[in-house]
């Protein structure tokens, strides 16, 4: 494919899930002729995951281009974050510039505060469903998925569904043979079937 | 568990596969009473996986006490690492100390370049499979197997396969069901069959 990077823009806070961003960006990063991964968080500067991880990160308002495709990690900092009018304002923002946006566990959640999910499908973990409900009373979030799409939006169900998630984003715009490439790069045994919840709980 | 937290210690170098190091950190995470984590590097300072994520570490010479459990990712820079003198050393020593090492992927050639895995089982990558055997002549390099287990050594196949030896890493020492609580906490289809490698090519 011949054309300039596209750009990925991750947003990070603290107490995001480790493996709800990373998963992604492990799929991603197989595609980095096509795509930049840049790591974004409100102030900038160190951000730690739930377990630890210090992560560099760029201020998010130094993102001056519209973004290909905006990730959202889930965690139990999407609580403070939730209450927190400049995350969502930001949040909104840079979701609202991107061409696409893909949300991994809770962070459908995160993402539903700034009412952008409104109206539309979504899902997210089934343990944290009844909170993440709360989060969008408009949503039309859905128990029983892997993952939904619904226009620009991709959410996923908990943590390594977003893998199988970023793998199915990557078969729709590229073709399923490049996603099938990188599994199998990744020695991943992928879930194809966004329908395919074996995690549901009703 | 009514006990002090053992320790965790992740050994990062610049170029590490991202999937490697934090699909087993999201796993042992979910025991965080048990242990800690500590991100860990030659020199301390900023690291950089091969995807861009900037992880702060410290200096591994900071670890006094014995790790319980040693983890070795892999990735393009353990080609920089083998020919490294102070790098093998210093993983060497840590191996040595640790009560369990983990390696996933290319990392088992990393260790392997240490000698410690010389007389034992072993597997990788299986892309890479070459090049891991020419880092250890005197391992017997196992072509079809998601992990493999030798006395304290554990070794996985390629990236993902480092999620379903994690699993089975605590499923061996703290039981299947811990194991499999973790995995549905993570919504994560285990593989828990060592010997079930999908993805071997002899």
């Known amino acids: 494919v011949d054309r300039d990077p596209g750009s990925i823009v991750a947003f990070l806070f603290d107490d995001f899930e480790t493996l709800d961003l990373f998963g992604p960006v492990e799929v991603f990063g197989h595609l ?11 102030e900038g500067g160190i951000v730690a995951s739930v377990h630890g991880v210090r992560v560099e990160t760029e201020k998010m308002s130094d993102v001056v281009d519209d973004p290909d495709l905006l990730i959202v990690p889930g965690g139990i900092g999407t609580r ?8 969502l304002d930001v949040l909104r923002s840079a979701a609202e510039r991107s061409t ?15 009412g952008l999910l409104d109206g539309r499908s979504a899902t997210s973990n089934k343990i944290a469903f009844d909170w993440v409900r709360s989060q969008g009373r408009g949503v039309r979030w859905q128990p029983k998925a892997r993952w939904v799409i619904d226009g620009k939006y991709y959410t996923s169900s908990g943590v390594s569904a977003g893998i199988d998630m970023a793998l199915g984003f990557i078969g729709d715009i590229l073709g399923i043979n490049v996603a099938e490439q990188i599994a199998a790069g990744i020695e991943y045994i992928w879930n194809h079937d966004a329908d395919n919840d074996s995690f549901a709980v009703e």
């Not at 980095?32 to 409100?42: A, V």
């Open 32 to 42: 980095s002729k096509l795509y930049t991964i840049r790591y974004c968080s409100l």
């Open 100 to 114: 696409w946006v893909l949300t991994v566990c809770t962070g459908s959640g995160l993402l539903a505060a700034t």
């Open 80 to 87: 403070a974050c939730v209450t927190d009018r400049t995350v």
